[in-house]
């Protein structure tokens, strides 16, 4: 008779899941017994680490991640499920619970109220209610985690379940992933948009996600409309080199409304209306233009401020919509009027700072000089994203990455999760990290596990000893005296070498460009510690971050 634990395993095994993203306890040592010798365990030191990690090589397999956490210490890991929810990541998130014979009495690492621990940032969490049900338990988890909106699912599996008899063997099966959009709805769409004087597009990260940037590319020519990507975007959603390629939205209401000023109608495909941040009062849109939304989460259609929705894929929409835009206005005359529209002129050349450090814009630009056009870039540096977006434009696709939420901590893990994927799918690019002194610490650990992996990470920290960013935001609130704002004498170069990685401290632009170039070279990560001087005015916290290229 078979165990649940073979039933189990050879169901994940059918699913293609054979990488488990880990921190083992006791209450997991059941389930990973015997470990079969045809699967992965990726050991992060610390449950935040293991999310994230497990969430960006989801995304950049484009396949679900398995998840092993311990019992109640799944908290640790809360603000990267977070992240992974809005990230719209699937992710089976699992994690021992004491023995059924004892939890009654709730003994040492009692789950008590396993389901209720991961919300609000799980589709669905569950505990079985009975040992056998537990392989068709990770099949109803993988089929939800799946079907749209994607996003982490948590389930809470009892230490003795695993030895059980199991009958039957798992029952496999398939979900579709995406949602076509009505079509009634969409040729009323279609109507408003060809019958728009001057349409712009708005378009979000689910279009990367997708795979959706030559039909992107295709809407937006054949419309003639610039566009802008939605603010905050947590992947590129399109071409930043295009002509029609406006920038990035800024992330505040008012100063977000201005930027489409002039526009009759505007549509926004595959990310929320919208993602603000600093509370600027105004008008969401412009007097007189008309929104439309195309998502395939009804909760964000749903919240939304203003506008008229459309549920469905952002890619298929698109695709759909295309077709539909017949007798659409002549592209060109349009995206002339509109090319020039939200360019920035070029940025000067940077010097150094006055107390003769670097500044970020400048190790941003030296880095971007010596990078393959296919290197992955993953952001968590918040008070230099203005400066790095507009040194590196992205223009291949699934080469950026960052978090959907702004809770820190999410992109040095990531960044490891990604060098993962893309040495098991052989594709190799190189990966490069920008994470900010203050980021840096949130799931530090996380550089073991790429030192143990042997990945290539190239890891730049730009130091300016505080957090910087919050010292812009306590202008912008008026509220001074705000204590905690500096972060000073952290030694990140021995941080690193104590978790396994290369590091140095390195304040010159050539060094800067060689130890880039050698780090994608090796196998094991690097990690830059560069000193940088805090910008010299305050952060424009209303600004768009996704600027285009000057
Ligand atoms: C987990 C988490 N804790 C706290 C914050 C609040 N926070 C936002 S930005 C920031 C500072 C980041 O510092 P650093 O990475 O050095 O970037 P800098 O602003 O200096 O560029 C902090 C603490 C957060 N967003 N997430
Ligand atoms: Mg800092």
Not at 154 to 160: I, R, Y
Not at 505 to 525: E, H, Q
Request: hydrophobic share 45%; aromatic share 8%; with cysteine.
């Amino acid at each position: 008779m078979q165990s649940v634990r073979d039933v189990t395993f050879q169901l994940l095994r059918e699913l293609g899941l054979t990488t488990i993203f880990g921190n083992v306890g006791s209450t997991e040592e059941p389930f990973l017994k015997n470990f079969p010798k045809d699967f992965r365990y990726a050991l992060a030191l610390q449950e935040a680490s293991v999310l994230a990690m497990a969430d960006a090589f989801a995304q950049a397999t484009r396949h679900p991640a398995l998840v092993n956490l311990h019992t109640t210490a799944t908290g640790n890991a809360m603000g990267n499920l977070a992240t992974a929810f809005q990230n719209k990541t699937p992710l089976v998130v699992t994690a021992g619970q004491q023995i059924r014979e004892m939890l009654l009495m709730e003994p040492w690492l009692t789950n008590v109220e396993a389901t209720m621990l991961p919300r609000p940032w799980v589709k669905w969490a569950y505990e079985p209610v009975r040992a056998e049900d537990i392989p068709a338990v990770f099949m109803r988890a993988v089929a939800t985690a799946l079907q749209p909106p994607a996003g982490p699912v948590f389930l809470s599996l009892p230490l003795g379940d695993w030895e059980k008899p199991c009958e039957s063997p798992a029952v496999v099966r398939t979900v579709s992933q995406r949602i076509a959009p009505d079509p009634l709805r969409l040729a009323e769409f279609a109507k408003a948009l060809s019958d728009a004087k001057s349409p712009v597009l708005i378009y979000g990260a689910a279009i990367a996600r997708g795979s959706g940037w030559d039909q992107a590319v295709a809407f937006a020519e054949a419309l003639g409309a610039p566009v802008w990507a939605a603010p905050a975007s947590e992947r590129a959603p399109f071409p930043e080199n295009h002509p029609l390629y406006s920038g990035g939205l800024p992330f505040a209401i008012d100063s977000l409304s201005k930027k489409l000023e002039g526009h009759d109608v505007a549509l926004v495909v595959g990310a929320p209306v919208f993602r603000y941040y600093p509370y600027i009062p105004g008008p969401y849109v412009p007097a007189g233009l008309r929104l439309l939304h195309i998502s395939d989460d009804p909760a964000e259609t749903a919240r939304a401020p203003l506008g008229d929705s459309l549920l469905g894929d952002a890619v298929l929409s698109l695709q759909a919509l295309e077709k539909s835009l017949i007798g659409c206005k002549p592209k060109t005359t349009r995206a002339r009027e509109t090319v020039a529209h939200g360019m920035s002129p070029h940025a000067p050349a940077a010097t150094r700072a006055s107390d003769g450090r670097l500044t970020a814009a400048q190790v941003f630009r030296a880095l971007n000089e010596v990078r393959p056009a296919n290197a992955i870039l993953i952001e968590e540096s918040p008070s230099n994203i203005p400066d790095l977006h507009t040194a590196w434009p992205i223009t291949e696709p699934d080469t950026f990455y960052t978090f959907a939420s702004g809770i820190l901590g999410w992109n040095l893990p990531a960044a490891v999760g990604i060098a993962l994927a893309e040495r098991d799918a052989g594709r190799n690019r190189p990966v490069i990290a920008i994470i900010g002194d203050g980021s840096f610490q949130y799931s530090v650990q996380s550089i073991w596990t790429a030192a143990q992996l042997h990945l290539p990470i190239l890891i730049v920290v730009p130091s300016n000893q505080e957090y910087c960013i919050l010292k812009s935001f306590a202008a912008l609130e008026e509220t001074p005296g705000v204590p905690g704002l500096d972060i000073p004498r952290l030694d990140v170069v021995s941080i690193a070498r104590g978790y396994g990685c290369d590091a140095e401290r390195l304040n010159d632009l050539d060094a800067i460009k060689k130890a880039a170039v050698a780090a994608w070279g090796k196998s094991k990560p690097t990690v830059l510690e560069i000193p940088i001087s805090p910008p010299s005015a305050l952060i424009d916290l209303t600004s768009g971050i996704r600027r285009p290229a000057g």
